[in-house]
């Protein structure tokens, strides 16, 4: 079944097509002003637009815009139903007489115009669909996360440690243990005990936690294990990498 008849009902989606040229204006007009700004260019997030559809359609047939009306999920429940993945998710809606009309109304606006020019976002998928002579427009934002195994959580990790001169350990199997608890290692736990261990979950694989760094630089410490597993909270619709780094 497809996961539109899934979200609504019939009666409540509106009939007419999505408007691809019109979605397609939107996005080219987002990217100019983004560029403009000197904020990143977006990137085309196919599950972002079939979740901005989805609820574009429930807008035209509702008639007032909303983020959200009832029995409906969240944008981040209805991205993360769509198969997106991200740690951030923002939405812009709207509704006129043309794109580029849209365009200028989110421009014009402090909140709207925040969330297109937003720096920390880098996906979107947007969805226009027309009804009652005019269009009704959905921009969905995001921070896209990655689909990434273990071991390349793992590396990812690794090449951030690696230039505090610490060596890293083949064997990530105690770090992984340590990674699906909260606190301490599992009992079986033999060879040499770390002396520090950080557990951390977020979306951005670009920097290590502070109180990591920290420890790094103190030079007291010459070899890390580091293990990665399922993030925690897994009913949350934001995805994020849980990781564990055992410093010896």
């Known amino acids: 079944m497809p996961l539109a008849a899934q979200m609504y009902p019939p ?3 509106a009939e007419g097509p999505d408007l691809r040229a019109e979605a397609e204006q939107l ?3 987002a990217n100019q002003a983004r560029t403009q700004a000197g904020a990143g260019r977006l990137e085309w997030d196919p599950a972002l637009a079939e979740a901005a559809l989805y609820h574009c359609r429930r807008m035209a047939y509702e008639g007032p815009i909303a983020h959200r009306y009832d029995g409906e999920a969240d944008v981040a429940g209805r991205a993360a139903q769509a198969g997106a993945r991200f740690g951030l998710i923002e ?5 006129g007489p043309s794109a580029e009309a849209i365009h200028q109304e ?3 606006s402090p909140g709207h115009r925040d969330n297109l020019l937003n720096p920390e976002v880098d996906h979107v998928g947007i969805a226009v669909v027309a009804n009652r002579g005019v269009l009704y427009a959905v921009a ?3 921070h896209a996360v990655l689909a990434l195994s273990a071991p390349q959580v793992e590396a990812r990790v690794a090449g951030l ?9 083949v064997n990530p199997s105690l770090a992984r243990a340590a990674c699906t608890r909260d606190s301490g290692l599992p009992r079986a736990a033999s060879g040499p005990q770390p002396r520090f261990i950080m557990r951390w979950q977020d979306s951005d694989l670009a920097r290590l936690p502070q109180a990591l760094v920290d420890r790094l630089s103190s030079g007291n410490y010459t070899k890390a294990s580091i293990g990665s ?3 925690q909270s897994a009913q949350s619709s934001f995805s994020a990498y849980r990781i564990a780094v055992l410093l010896y």
């Not at 939405?91 to 509704?95: G, S």
């Not at 690696?162 to 350990?169: D, E, M, Q």
Request: hydrophobic letters at 45%; aromatic letters at 10%.
């Open 11 to 13: 009666s409540q989606q």
């Open 27 to 29: 996005f080219a007009l």
């Open 91 to 95: 939405e812009n809606v709207a509704v």
């Open 106 to 108: 989110w421009m014009n």
């Open 140 to 142: 969905d934002y995001s």
């Open 161 to 169: 440690i690696r230039p505090s001169g610490v060596t890293i350990l």
């Open 229 to 231: 597993c399922p993030a």
